[in-house]
């Protein structure tokens, strides 16, 4: 054995005792985790840094000098818009997280927990909103609802004899609808998990006790799920105020502006001033973070406290006649989330010119052309673009989130050195913050490095912001492999390296997959990071929908709108193929 | 320490010192041991004794904090040198308590990842796995998926893959306790066979006394950390050292009591601890004891005759409280003063509840041990 070590220890020199310590503490194992704890604790926390700094440099009224100060929090009071969209994200935020919870709650139920009709066909739709892009769902319903030129209010006029409109989306509650209905499946997913793994007894044992249907899911159901359904309405009251796309669409351009599209108009538009954007991104991330917080350290670990390791007896309510209104209620989420807002797409995507009318013999494809076909001179730049710098974003961006997951992972499960501890907190801090925030960091980080104006920036954000999704993935997965499988190939002689290539990772293989077409998804649709960080050049997919929906008409901005979504079912497929019904729900 | 002979196969295994803090829990608390080549070693003890952590240790799954662990020639550990050996240098093998078995590997793929890594030739590896899947009988299961082996066959799979290597020292985690009775008892001596017709060195961690006494040439006792005892299995069982040890290997009556006399040949007398008239009784000393040494008498109840007649003056009159037919065995529970003795007697004897009955002992198989 080569590495035999010279027996006697008091012959040794000094010298040769530091070296085997030195030896002893610079195993792969620790080199690695060290290694991937630095990377990640300069990305995720040099821009949060940099936020924290930015916030506190005033900016003097020429826009050339900075000084230090707090002028920039007292401008958050003063402003004569910044208050109110402050007002306008709380009101988003509670309106959305109210309709997505009360939806999501009563989906989940009806899936899990009845006999409702169809439900093992009707789940996979209800998840399809979790995939497509919210900014999509937000043109899609403008196209639908805007009060002149929408599809339902013209049939209303046309069919019903109403004056006016019947709806509009093209307000604050418009804003609160779409991200209400595009959000649904986050509750849906935190609460039918633990309401199909439920000990069905604990339903039957109230029964018995003489408490009818209703009020057996009232007092005994939901409060049993409620932790699962506190974290989801937690979930979307964050989401919904770090979303930037729906706001920018349906609320802003109509006066009601949000702290996103504020941070946003802060960061490129006209009047930009990075140190108020850094410190509107501030007050949006304090409020994020405590929430996240709260979800984390309180509510998230009581859900397990519901569920029996038991108890997957296929044992549903019977809801008798009324299984038909459930049905119905669940395929009327189906149309108004996915049916009606493609189909208004597709409808729009087909007229070169849109005029609110549909007429077939208009139809033609030139749009998709306009947008898709790159080798067109009429094609334009900003759409094609964003298709090219989208899939290489999602390829790269996925893989070596993927990559860092593993490792992250690994770390966390496998090895207890102080490395590990801070690995575990720093793959939740990225899920307090928006995208958005996130990226503002990023921007006044990096702004006067050479990567900017590049895609390594826009890749660096997505990563930083989205590994965390990965490494749950992993995780999770990684959890129910015995530490043994590990631990018997080291002591059959295998390295940790070899160790890792030859059992840890073929045994993880599905999690990983399953991981790599999520971040793929959410790469490819990814619009509040990209909208901060891209310049002319390194458009990305939800960038060109903004692009022509800012500059363009309504047809081109749907025709991309319909490529990016058709990208985005195929790959909902895919992930279904490979990582099983209950990937996400489990 | 003795490092003046280190290579000799007397004690080949050493392990010198060991403490491993968990928080404020010393796990493993200075623990010293060493055992000669080919030997066969059981630590032996409750879980949460120390055991398995001393086992990792070994096996370098565990740092330490302080002391040496060696093996031939080679320090594995030694955290006041500097020294850790990595796991995979250590030259080990080990059947782990879940077997281990890698999923997304056949039984021939998972015996022959060792070899693999020692990147022998392919023939080689062929001849070499084809050998020990013969010598643990699942030379029918070679190309067989590791999933679809029974638990029995899983734990067979495993010890070909820790010895295909030819490891210097074979480790078991408790590898026996995921199995039924009747498959534990046949494994113990399939594993024992194994074991002897390659003759690894070999460390084999266990609660299971039984196991221990059939399997080892050594036996660790372990509680709370520190080691107990240290012996062979006849050594442990007969001639335990202390209450502990008589209590957790085997069936023992204890009862408490003053060293009244004391003997030269390691034998004397005890005052026992009972309500009454005094009494003493004569007895071995396990320790060089002295007159007013606190001490426990243990008794294995196979060495306790129970009489119907009363034949000679050193026996105790007592009254059956509870007599379990078993089988081959009347296990009676004897009152006598207020305390209770175990004993066992012949079907035959047909002992009923409520009979008096005179216990009879054979005094050099009595033993006061330290309390």
């Known amino acids: 054995m080569q590495d035999a070590v010279a027996l006697n220890p008091a012959e040794q020199p000094p010298s040769n005792r530091l070296r085997n310590r030195f030896r002893a ?77 009360v939806l999501g709650v009563a989906l989940a139920w009806i899936n899990a927990r009845t006999n409702c009709p169809g439900r093992d066909y009707l789940e996979p739709y209800n998840l399809i909103p979790f995939f497509l892009s919210p900014f999509v769902g937000a043109i899609a319903w403008h196209n639908l609802a805007a009060p002149q030129t929408g599809l339902l209010n013209i049939w209303a006029r046309d069919y019903l004899g109403i004056e006016g409109h019947l709806l509009n989306v093209d307000t604050l509650w418009g804003v609160v609808w779409v991200t209400g209905i595009f959000f649904t499946p986050l509750v849906y997913l935190f609460v039918v998990g633990s309401l199909r793994r439920m000990d069905p007894s604990l339903e039957d044992s109230a029964r018995t006790t003489g408490a009818g249907l209703f009020r057996t899911t009232m007092t005994v159901t939901l409060p049993l799920v409620m932790p699962g359904i506190l974290s989801g309405a937690i979930i979307v009251f964050v989401t919904s105020a770090g979303e930037f796309g729906v706001p920018f669409k349906l609320s802003a351009p109509y006066g009601w502006e949000t702290l996103t599209t504020q941070i946003f108009s802060k960061a490129v538009g006209d009047d930009a001033n990075h140190y108020l954007g850094a ?69 729009v995507s087909l007229h070169p010119v849109w005029t609110a009318k549909i007429e077939f013999s208009q139809m033609s494809f030139i749009n998709y052309e306009k947008t898709l076909f790159f080798w067109q001179p009429n094609s334009i730049k900003a759409a094609t673009n964003g298709i090219f710098n989208s899939f290489i974003l999602a390829f790269i961006g996925a893989s070596l989130a993927m990559v860092l997951a593993i490792v992250i992972s690994y770390m966390i499960h496998r090895t207890k050195n102080f490395g590990a501890r801070l690995l575990d907190f720093l793959s939740v801090v990225p899920i307090g913050f928006p995208g958005i925030v996130l990226a503002m960091g990023v921007l006044v980080t990096y702004i006067q490095t050479p990567i900017y104006a590049t895609l390594w920036i826009l890749l660096l954000g997505y990563v930083t912001r989205f590994f965390p999704y990965g490494q749950r993935n992993v995780s999770s997965i990684m959890l129910a492999i015995s530490e043994e499988l590990d631990q018997s190939s080291r002591m059959a002689g295998a390295s940790w390296f070899t160790t890792l290539r030859r059992i840890t990772i073929p045994l993880l293989k599905p999690g990983i997959f ?47 709108s319909m490529a990016q979504t058709v990208v985005l079912l195929a790959c909902v497929y895919l992930f279904r193929k490979v990582a099983g019904k209950e990937a996400l729900t489990a | 320490m003795d490092h003046q002979n280190p290579n000799s196969d007397a004690n080949y295994l050493e392990v010198s010192n060991l403490i491993k803090w968990f928080g404020d829990d010393r ?60 796991p995979e240098k250590r030259d080990i093998g080990m059947v782990f308590q879940s077997y281990a078995i890698w999923p997304h590997m056949s039984v021939a793929q998972n015996v022959a990842y060792p070899l693999e890594i020692q990147k022998l030739p392919q023939d080689e590896i062929d001849d070499r796995v084809a050998d020990v899947l013969a010598l643990v009988g699942l030379t029918d299961m070679a190309d067989k998926m590791a999933t679809q082996l029974s638990g029995g066959q899983q734990q067979r799979a495993s010890l070909a893959r820790a010895i295909v290597g030819q490891p210097k020292l074979l480790l ?105 008239d005094p009494i003493k009784i004569g007895c071995r000393f396990a320790d060089n004891f002295s007159a007013g040494d606190e001490v426990v ?55 009923k509840e409520g009979e008096s009955i005179y216990l009879k002992f054979d005094t050099s198989q009595i033993l006061a041990v330290k309390p």
């Open chain 1, 279 to 347: 410190t509107m991104s501030m007050a949006l991330g304090v409020i994020t973070v405590f929430l996240i917080w709260i979800q984390q350290r309180y509510i998230a670990p009581r859900s397990f406290t519901t569920v029996t390791g038991k108890g997957f007896r296929p044992n549903v309510l019977d809801l008798g006649g009324w299984k038909w209104v459930a049905f119905g209620f669940n395929i009327s989420y189906i149309m108004i989330a996915v049916v009606l807002p493609i189909l208004c797409l597709i409808i």
């Open chain 2, 172 to 276: 078991f985690d408790e590898p026996l306790s995921n199995l039924d009775l009747k498959l534990r008892e046949q494994m113990r001596v399939e594993l024992k066979r194994i074991q002897n017709d390659v003759g690894i060195t070999s460390i084999y961690v266990t609660h299971d006394q039984a196991e221990a006494l059939v399997m080892s040439d050594d036996i660790i006792v372990m509680s709370k950390g520190k080691i107990e005892q240290m012996g062979g299995p006849l050594e442990i069982y007969s001639t335990p050292v202390n209450r502990y040890v008589s209590n957790f290997i085997g069936v023992a009556n204890l009862l408490e009591g003053k060293v009244a006399e004391t003997g030269s040949d390691g034998s004397g007398q005890i005052e026992v601890d009972v309500p009454g």
């Open chain 1, 514 to 560: 399953a991981g790599w077409v999520l971040m793929f998804i959410i790469f490819m649709r990814e619009l509040s990071i990209s909208i901060i960080l891209y310049t002319t050049g390194t458009e990305t997919l939800s960038v060109g929908v903004y692009y022509l929906s800012n500059f363009e008409n309504e047809p081109l901005t749907a025709a991309l």
């Open chain 2, 27 to 86: 796990a493993v608390d200075n623990v010293s041991f060493s055992i000669p080549k080919g030997h066969f070693l059981t630590l032996l003890g409750p879980s949460g004794c120390g055991k398995t952590t001393t086992l990792m240790s070994i096996a370098g799954l565990h740092s330490i904090d302080s002391g040496t662990i060696r093996v031939g020639d080679t320090i594995y550990t030694s955290p006041n040198q500097g020294i850790f050996l990595a």
């Open chain 1, 25 to 101: 503490a610079f195993t792969q194992e620790n080199v690695a985790t060290m290694a991937v704890a630095l990377v990640i604790a300069v990305a995720v926390i040099l821009p949060l840094i940099a936020l924290v700094i930015s916030s506190f440099l005033v900016l003097d009224d020429q826009g050339w000098d900075t000084t230090w100060g707090f002028d920039n929090y007292v401008t958050l009071f003063t402003d004569r818009v910044i208050p109110k969209a402050f007002l306008n994200t709380l009101l988003i935020s509670s309106g959305s997280t109210v309709v997505a919870t």
């Open chain 2, 297 to 351: 008498l243990s008794v294995r109840p196979e060495n306790i005759h129970p009489l119907r007649e009363k034949n000679g003056e050193d026996v105790l009159e007592g009254t059956i409280t509870s007599a379990t037919f078993l089988g081959n065995y009347v296990d009676c529970r004897v009152d006598w003063r207020g305390f209770e003795w175990k004993v066992i007697s012949h079907p035959r004897m047909m002992l």
